[in-house]
């Protein structure tokens, strides 16, 4: 069966800081790979997706990037966090061209 | 572009049924699914509907409309686990490996 896994679970980081996120999937190859943030009590936003390694398309400009160097790690990264970088990152997998995804347990990240 | 519209939040008490209604706009259409999340907890898979009719997953059912742009989740025998926010999502119609999410209806069960 397919296991997703995000950490660390929380993190509080100042503001200027880096930020590196990690989630890794295992049982499924070739999936795509997405990055959520949420804010409390709101919806999903879109940040990044991949549908391959080293294949990352952006949805929102904004000081965050994303890497994929392998066929299941997806990395969530900043060079300098920002008050408004706080929220609940959540990664996600599906199959190719699949609408199913399957969310990993999240991260949640205050930017103090 | 594309939308999809829920109510932001139902009440209903234990035992009652409730349905979530879930209308959308989009150019192309390829089924409508409906993910779950408790508070401080990540979104789960429940149900997809491809075409038009009722699917049944134990207490949880979603219904579609392709003709009406509607889809519903129905919940029965409601318990306080179930409070939660649900959210509609319909895959882009441009990039079908994207989902469009809903903005997510609060259920709050009372005993």
């Known amino acids: 069966s397919q296991t997703i896994h995000q950490w660390p679970a929380t993190l509080v980081q100042p503001v200027g800081s880096p930020l590196s996120l990690e989630c890794t999937v295992e049982?499924?190859?070739?999936?795509?790979l997405y990055w959520y943030r949420q804010a409390a009590g709101r919806g999903l936003q879109l940040l990044f997706y991949s549908v391959g390694i080293g294949q990352i398309s952006s949805e929102v400009p904004q000081n965050l990037s994303a890497s994929r160097p392998q066929d299941r790690q997806f990395i969530l990264s900043s060079k300098k966090l920002l008050l408004s970088d706080s929220g609940f990152y959540l990664c996600?997998?599906?199959?190719?061209?699949?609408?199913?995804?399957?969310f990993g347990p999240g991260t949640r990240l205050t930017v103090t | 572009g594309q939308s999809l519209e829920q109510p932001s939040e139902v009440t209903a008490v234990e035992g009652a049924i409730v349905q979530i209604n879930c209308t959308y706009q989009?150019?192309?259409?390829?089924?409508l699914s409906w993910y779950q999340q408790h508070d401080g907890g990540a979104p789960t898979f429940l149900s997809y509907?491809?075409?038009?009719g009722l699917e049944e997953t134990g207490r949880f059912s979603s219904f579609l409309s392709r003709s009406d742009s509607y889809g519903y989740l129905l919940l029965q025998e409601l318990q306080m686990k179930d409070s939660a926010s649900y959210f509609c999502?319909?895959?882009?119609?441009?990039?079908?490996?994207?989902?469009?999410f809903g903005t997510g209806t609060r259920l709050q069960v009372f005993p």
């Open positions: 996600a997998w599906s199959v190719q061209r699949g609408g199913e995804q399957y």
């Open positions: 999502a319909v895959r882009d119609a441009v990039n079908t490996d994207k989902l469009i």
């Open positions: 509907n491809g075409l038009d």
């Open positions: 049982g499924t190859s070739n999936p795509n």
């Open positions: 989009t150019s192309g259409f390829y089924g």
